[in-house]
Structures are given as structure tokens and as C-alpha cells.
């Protein structure tokens, strides 16, 4: 990795982050300065501004934990700084509300920043692993998904493209808003499946949600020559199987044909 190209604003910016992430026995997961040269044990991950795509595993065997680290720098809009957290088999979620209303390269399954903020990114991570209870992540997915169910009775939602500062776009109209929706709908059932989150309260929530999002696509006049219109598909599939996970398949078929069960 240290023969790898930086990018030009790296360059002008790198003596701001000076803290890496550490990990002790002692004291757990947390930040400190590492002096160029050196490679203490504790050092997990020191600040980089490397042009392309980097990812790093660091698996902490005491914590059962394992934190993977992505990076792609010098790409404009395209470029983002993430992490993702495993304990054990179950992933960390992050259910910050803000993410809700932006549209690329953020998910509920990972920790984002905005490109080169390493700080935030490391307290994000320590954060993260310390609200990693399956109890707090219930409690913050309800919360979630009563803002994402709100999103889907609004004539107009603001949308930003990437967490960069930028202005945010107006999405109207329930065609856009049920398609942008539908995204965020997959993303947290996905998300809701890979941190192992199964409580019985998140998961009627997660069904009144489903229920809700089917009757609004049912209420669309839609353009079936419109290419955007498969991805309403796409969202339908991920609530059919999730209401099948969860004993509702029949439930979704009669609400799909108009058949009372």
C-alpha cells in the first residue's frame, strides 16, 4: 500500500488527521496519534488519502469483532469513505435518520463519512461497537422506520446526492418518492437481515411498512414504458420475500391480487 499514488488534496490536507485507530486490551477500541515510522501493536489503521479503491480487514479475535475498512478517493462523486462492523455473524447498523435522505454510497449496513474525514470515520467505528447491542439497534430501527413510513405520505422529499456538501434536489410526485422509497425499503430489510435484528415489535413495524408501501404502488397510475418503473419490481421482491420470511406471504398475495385471505 505505500507505493500506491495520493491524491493532490491528500497532500494538503493529511497533517489535520493525525489520530489512527487503536485497540487495547486494556482500554478497547480508540483513537491516538502514531508518529510516521512507527507500528505499534495497537495500531489498527492509520489515516490515508490513496487514489482508488482500498478495503482493509482488521479482526479483533478478544472482541470477536471484525472491522473492514473502504476507501476510494479522486473519483468526484464517486468517491466515499465507509466501514462496516461484524460481531460474530451479526452486522453493525447504523441508523442514522440523515441517511434516509441521501441517495448514493449510504446504507444502513455501514458507517459513512464524508470523503477523508478519518476522525469521524474512527468515532463512528468506536461508537458503533459500543451501541452494538441487538436491544439499542431495535430501538433506533424503529425509529427509522416510522420516518421512512412518513416519507411515503410527503408530496415532496429533499434528497441529497452524496454526504459532500452540497445542495439538496427536490424529489416530487408519488412516482419518485415511491421509487426513492423503495430503495431505503430494500436497504433496511437487508440490513434488517444481516444484523440480525428480530425483535417482535421492529418486525411488525418492518410489516406495517410493507403493507403500507404495497397499497401506495397499488394507488400509482404508472408508465410501463418508463425504465425507472422495474425498480418498483425490485423493491416488491425484497418485501415479498421478507413478508414470507416472516409468515405473511399469504398476506402479500391476497394484498397483490385483491383477494381477502
Not at 204 to 220: A, E, G, P, S
Not at 250 to 258: F, G, H, Q, R, V
Request: aromatic letters at 10%; proline letters at 3%; charged letters at 25%.
Amino acid at each position: 500500500m505505500a507505493t500506491r499514488k495520493t491524491t493532490q488534496y491528500w497532500e494538503k490536507v493529511k497533517n489535520q488527521y493525525t489520530q489512527s485507530l487503536c485497540y487495547s486490551k486494556e482500554v478497547g477500541l480508540y483513537m491516538d496519534r502514531i508518529p510516521e515510522g512507527q507500528n505499534p501493536e495497537e495500531l489498527l489503521y492509520r489515516p490515508q488519502g490513496y487514489v482508488g479503491y482500498v478495503i482493509k480487514k482488521i479482526a479483533i479475535p478478544e472482541m470477536n469483532v471484525e472491522i473492514t475498512i473502504l476507501s476510494n478517493f479522486g473519483y468526484g462523486n464517486a468517491s466515499y469513505l465507509r466501514a462496516a462492523i461484524n460481531v460474530g455473524n451479526r452486522r453493525v447498523l447504523d441508523f442514522d435518520l440523515s441517511k434516509l435522505y441521501i441517495l448514493n454510497h449510504c446504507s444502513i449496513t455501514t458507517f459513512e463519512v464524508p470523503t477523508y474525514e478519518w476522525n469521524r470515520l474512527f468515532e463512528k467505528i468506536i461508537s458503533g461497537y459500543k451501541v452494538a447491542s441487538v436491544n439499542v439497534m431495535a430501538t433506533s430501527a424503529i425509529t427509522y422506520i416510522e420516518e421512512l413510513s412518513g416519507m411515503l405520505d410527503k408530496d415532496e422529499i429533499l434528497i441529497k446526492g452524496n454526504l459532500e456538501k452540497e445542495e439538496p434536489v427536490t424529489w416530487d410526485g408519488k412516482f419518485l418518492i415511491s421509487m426513492y422509497a423503495g430503495k431505503k425499503i430494500e436497504d433496511l430489510l437487508k440490513g434488517i437481515e444481516l444484523g440480525e435484528v428480530k425483535d417482535p415489535v421492529v418486525q411488525k413495524y418492518l410489516l406495517n411498512l410493507c403493507r403500507k408501501y404495497i397499497v401506495k404502488l397499488k394507488n400509482l397510475k404508472l408508465d410501463y414504458e418508463d425504465s425507472r418503473t422495474s425498480q418498483l419490481s425490485e423493491s416488491l421482491l425484497a418485501i415479498h420475500k421478507f413478508m414470507c420470511d416472516n409468515r405473511a406471504g399469504t398476506e402479500y398475495l391476497s394484498m397483490i391480487l385483491d383477494k381477502e385471505v
